[in-house]
């Protein structure tokens, strides 16, 4: 099972993702941004998948910030949206 | 995760120590530091308002700001993002610093004045922590200003570089500048004791991301305590170091009790209508006065905009006799303060798609 944590614009982004991630079956918890991965103060959501990270596999909305893979203590990239 | 709340625990403590110190320093009593009353205290020395008693440019709004800003610059963390919603925001802050002129401080002053021993500052306490559930219940219905976009950099850079032209303002003290002789505009520490304590809180604020009105929101949104924590640390110091203060110096800085305190009024109901105006504010922009500083210095213009808004706010609270005085309420300000929680909840509910959980 992999870790990600998804960042968005607003509380509301990530209520929609974590509700689309439900419907899918993937495991997810709400929780504010972690400091390390952001200077933000925002809303994320960490979810967990069996299979590899892929857009499609998800529904993205248009407050979706980005998407990183949790690595221990550090984050890998995998998707940001257009500034 | 640990050394994160370590972090918050830490930075409150020096926060209380540094704010209790200020007074030490020279400024108004339970008043190391208030974002509300500094903004308002600027303002009336650019000229915005004529109150006499409550003018100067304060340093440690400037600090606050350039502490911020260097020290996302040096992390990399400094981005220039704006566009989202700046009009409502504008007038959200203008609602959110009437509501603290109704009380006479900002959040940060609230505990600030707990730690003095104000009893008022209860029911301030409480107002604020309903404003901020009434703000959670519109977050939990789908409320969102929308999305920020990149900006050029400049644009992220002016509003720190404003505080410099401020800088320059009070060292030079140019005849349009006003200064106020009497009255809490008139007590300040010195200019680079304030700039220093500024700059320290402010880059302290951005590595933690402190955030009054943040942890009682995400207490109740997530269960998540962390923010909170740094809350009651800088209440814990604050009110440690004014103990040891008021031992040292034979001069009470710790006074129990609800009359006679300093730069505040007796009316419990209006304390907590007006705490609760700014709390629910505070929640639909995304965070308290100091935090809108130390976004502002990271270069988030829609930050810059509500300080800006918050400012404006100090004015027209001022010329329209909206503020408190040691008196109490003005009834002006009372129907401003219904005004504005009508207004912010107008704001809310327009600004909420359908129930999203």
């Known amino acids: 099972m992999t870790e990600y944590i998804a960042t968005f614009y607003s509380h509301y982004g990530a209520v929609c993702f974590k509700k689309n991630c439900e419907k899918l079956g993937i495991g997810t918890k709400i929780m504010p941004v972690p400091r390390n991965l952001s200077s933000s103060c925002g809303t994320c959501v960490r979810f967990w998948m069996e299979q590899e990270f892929s857009e499609a596999a998800l529904e993205l909305n248009e407050e979706l910030e980005q998407i990183v893979q949790v690595e221990g203590d550090s984050y890998r990239a995998l998707y940001r949206s257009e500034e | ?357």
Request: one cysteine or more.
């Open chain 2, 1 to 357: 995760m640990k050394n994160e709340k370590k972090a918050i625990v830490a930075a409150g403590l020096v926060i209380g120590v540094i704010s209790a110190l200020l007074v030490f320093f020279g400024n108004p009593v339970n008043m190391g530091f208030c974002i509300a009353c500094f903004l308002r205290d600027t303002a009336g020395a650019l000229g915005f308002h004529s109150a006499p008693v409550v003018q100067y440019i304060r340093p440690e709004i400037i600090g606050l700001v350039l502490g911020a800003c260097i020290m996302a610059m040096v992390s990399g963390e400094f981005k220039a993002r704006g566009g989202s919603a700046p009009v409502t925001r504008f007038i959200l802050a203008v609602f959110v610093m009437i509501g603290c002129l109704m009380f006479l401080g900002c959040p940060f002053r609230m505990i600030l004045r707990l730690a003095g021993g104000d009893g008022n500052a209860i029911f301030g306490f409480v107002g604020f922590a309903l404003g901020i559930f009434a703000g959670v219940f519109f977050l939990k219905r789908g409320y969102t200003l929308k999305r920020s976009y990149k900006m050029p950099a400049l644009e992220g850079q002016l509003f720190p570089v404003l505080q410099i032209v401020f800088l320059i303002l009070l060292v030079a003290a140019p005849a349009f500048i006003h200064f106020s002789t009497e009255g809490p505009g008139s007590l300040h520490a010195s200019i680079w004791i304030a700039l220093a304590a500024g700059l320290i809180v402010g880059g302290l604020a951005q590595k933690t991301r402190l955030c009054m009105v943040g942890g009682i929101r995400d207490a109740v949104l997530f269960r998540e305590w962390k923010l909170l924590m740094g809350f009651v640390a800088i209440f814990a110091s604050a009110l440690v170091m004014n103990l040891i203060l008021g031992a040292v110096t034979g001069t009470p800085f710790f006074n129990p009790g609800f009359a006679g305190q300093p730069v505040a009024h007796t009316d419990g109901l209006w304390n907590a209508l007006g705490m609760f105006l700014a709390g629910f504010g505070c929640v639909l922009l995304g965070g308290c006065p100091l935090r809108q500083l130390v976004l502002s210095g990271e270069g988030n213009t829609d930050s810059a905009v509500t300080v800006i808004g918050l400012m404006v706010g100090a004015a027209v609270a001022h010329n329209f006799g909206l503020a408190s005085s040691g008196e109490g309420p003005t009834s002006n300000g009372k129907i401003a303060v219904i005004i504005g929680i009508a207004v912010v909840t107008v704001i809310a509910f327009m600004n909420s798609r359908k129930k999203a959980d």
